[in-house]
């Protein structure tokens, strides 16, 4: 149970989201941006796991799980690939190019000064634009920040990973905000 | 230097707010609604301390110096005093309330789950309300991401702490967005 009353039975970050409408709409912008908006030379599905990885390195279940769930859908993987990869990325299948972004992820989690330029300039090595690192340390920066909202306030979430999978594709279709309203 | 190519010289999380100004956008609407907004019972200057703290615990220079220059401000503190509840809130002279709260934030800072239910009933004990409460996580978890993306980047700082005390009343003047652009 949550630690205050949020007034609502949303689940996971979308309980507080209600709670205060005005901050949850800016980070519910700030999540269209990074993951959704087209406008990006990362696949929103590269996006979403980065934001799985850390979610799952914080041991936050409800993120981990939505996000998780819609890197499954972009991707077209399933649930075994999908948490392979969150236990050994090196291991997996998966382009070098994404596991370094995905190393400079792991080290924004720890914090912002465990990134090292060795990891910056092997992920540029293999292709990684200016902007890709940017946006891999911000999504990073941002997930920590999510995981927190959610764990900290102790929400609620499904415990049956199912329904996540079932959410990701009317959530791939919506997104996170609409970007019409925020001119 | 950054790690990457910032395409401006500007200080701090500005740098990559203006390499990227629509996330930059979001990121400064959630520091106003949480930091500068006036319909709130918890101060400016309570609210800029936790962020302050929190970002003096993750060692951000920058983040830790701007707000604690805002903390200054609002609350009339020098730099001394400041220093001293950051280095041992526990023993400095500020209400009970506001300890409860800054350590739920150093909680919230190590990680969600680290928060604990006693923290949580301590804190109402001394009067904080459930809104109060919901502030200071999402405030220590905004900050989590702010540190994080200021470090991440590498971004550079001023060293002369007294340049934050400078631009202190400017930027509790102007705030951090105009919200009248955010309809």
């Known amino acids: 149970m949550a630690y205050i009353d949020l007034q609502n039975d949303l ?3 979308r309980g507080p989201m209600a709670y205060r409408p005005d901050t949850g709409r800016a980070l519910n912008v700030l999540a269209e941006l990074l993951l959704h908006d ?6 929103r599905g590269e ?3 980065i934001g799985a990885y850390v979610s799952s390195e914080n041991d936050c279940f409800f993120c ?3 996000h998780g769930a819609l890197a ?3 991707f077209g993987w399933d649930m075994p690939f999908l948490d392979s990869i969150k236990k050994d990325y090196l291991s997996a299948p998966i382009p070098d190019k994404l596991k370094s972004l995905l190393s400079i992820a792991g080290s924004v989690r720890k914090g912002g000064k465990y990134v090292t330029s060795e990891q910056i300039a ?11 690192i940017h946006d891999t340390v ?3 920066a941002a997930f920590c920040m999510f995981n927190r909202y959610v764990d900290g306030l102790n929400t609620w979430a499904p415990q049956d990973r199912q329904v996540y999978v079932d959410r990701a594709s009317m959530r791939a ?3 996170y905000a609409d970007m019409n309203l925020y001119k």
């Open 173 to 175: 279709k919506d997104g």
């Open 72 to 74: 499954q859908h972009y």
């Open 38 to 43: 087209d406008a990006n030379t990362l696949s």
């Open 64 to 66: 981990q799980n939505v």
């Open 47 to 49: 996006r979403e796991l």
């Open 138 to 140: 911000l999504i990073a």
């Open 11 to 13: 689940p996971g970050i």
């Open 122 to 132: 092997h992920a540029k090595r293999l292709g990684a634009t200016d902007r890709e």
